[in-house]
């Protein structure tokens, strides 16, 4: 039961931390594409964790929210 508990809890923020990167990218008008070229990342890899669907390192998060001109910390606050 704690198991799913923590599954549930990890989904909900990696969803949370998707959208948040989808919205900021969105402001600053910058394609999935640009993104990923300027993180040094895949663009379909950008896709899933905008959609939840990878739960991606700090490290990657840290790239993205230097792309996107932000603090890191600013990625977390849902």
């Known amino acids: 039961m704690k198991e799913t508990v923590n599954m549930v809890a990890q989904v909900n923020v990696s ?3 998707g959208k948040k990167i989808q919205k900021i990218r969105k402001e600053k ?3 999935q594409e640009k993104l990923a ?3 040094g990342l ?3 890899y ?3 964790i905008e959609r ?3 739960n991606p390192s700090i490290q ?3 790239k993205i929210a230097k792309v996107l001109k932000i603090k890191l910390y600013e990625l ?3």
Do not use: Q
């Open 15 to 17: 969803k949370e931390l």
């Open 29 to 31: 008008d910058l394609s």
């Open 37 to 39: 070229l300027e993180a």
């Open 42 to 44: 895949n663009r379909a």
């Open 46 to 48: 950008i896709g899933y």
């Open 52 to 54: 939840g669907e990878r």
């Open 60 to 62: 990657v998060v840290a």
């Open 76 to 78: 977390f606050r849902f």
